[in-house]
């Protein structure tokens, strides 16, 4: 495809824009990568790994230069970011993020004096249970989703340029409301992790996680994933997460009435809907 971007910086330079860096370098979509953050450790780790050629403390410093500028921090910290970044961004730059919360974020980012600064809201869906610049690899996103989430007041070309971006990366893009992102996410990830977490910690409570094997593992594997990092985004989509927790609380409800009447024509029905919804979309993802 060729060189998209001549600059690009990554504000927090993690799993996710440590492997979208690579990605990046790996197919030449970006001539040069600059790393951004506040643990020097980690940004002289994605020097010595090549997943950047420059590091800055000094947000403002590195973005100077960049025609596209990436936020790979938590939303809170994002905003933040975004405010001390803006006076010194290149006119006509992209702005973007890779959060899993857009809403918020992109409310806040909109009320800021972006002047010539192209503003679009992304969030790809990939990653695993491990952090940091060390845990990044090239082929991360490759089969896997990417959202955008424009407003009226984005520019179409970078839209374009992003989609471009993401697609040269090997991810399938799609747009979406940032509302309706954040309502989506909160029912396919943001509360699997919490029902991991909330179900190693009542294993730990009865005493028995000693015994438990692989079937625990894989259905738990999320609850190894940083605890900080989803306290914000738990705290983020708040409202979203809450509806999701209701319906979960639901289902489960349904579930603990079969159980206790007995009813094990209601616990197949149960089961075999749920069974069935899962194959269908494995099958969907060229997964089974």
């Known amino acids: 495809m060729g060189t998209l971007f001549q600059q690009m910086t990554i504000i927090g330079v993690g799993l996710i824009g440590g492997s979208l860096a690579r990605a990046a370098r790996e197919r030449g979509l970006v001539g040069r990568f600059v790393g951004a953050g506040r643990r020097i ?15 800055e403390t000094d947000h403002m410093a590195a973005v100077r230069g960049s025609d596209i500028v990436v936020l790979g921090t938590p939303v809170q910290a994002a905003v933040r970011v975004a405010r001390d970044i803006l006076p010194a961004m290149e006119e006509g730059a992209i702005l973007t993020d890779v959060g899993s919360v857009k809403a918020p974020f992109v409310r806040a980012v909109e009320e800021m004096a972006l002047g010539s600064v192209r503003f679009v809201g992304g969030h790809p869906i990939a990653g695993t249970e491990q952090s940091g610049v060390e845990a990044s690899f090239a082929t991360l996103y490759e089969g896997h989703r990417t959202i955008l989430t424009p407003t009226e007041n984005s520019s179409p070309e970078a839209v374009a340029a992003l989609r471009a971006l993401w697609e040269a990366v090997g991810a399938h893009v799609d747009i979406l409301d940032p509302e309706r992102h954040d309502r989506i996410l909160a029912d396919i990830s943001h509360l699997p992790h919490l029902v991991a977490y909330a179900l190693v910690n ?13 079937g625990f593992r894989d259905f738990t594997r999320i609850a190894s994933s940083n605890p900080e990092m989803w306290r914000e985004i738990s705290l983020d989509n708040r409202e979203a997460l809450l509806a999701s927790l209701r319906g979960f609380e639901e289902r489960l409800a349904e579930l603990k009435s079969a159980v206790e009447r007995g009813d094990g024509d209601a616990l197949d029905e149960a089961f075999q809907r749920a069974k069935e919804g899962r194959d269908n979309w494995l099958r969907e993802k060229g997964w089974s």
Not at 43 to 55: F, P, T
């Open 202 to 214: 009542a294993a730990l409570g009865g005493g028995g996680i000693t015994y438990a094997a692989g």
């Open 41 to 55: 450790e980690n940004l002289e780790k994605a020097l010595e790994l090549g997943v950047v050629d420059q590091i």
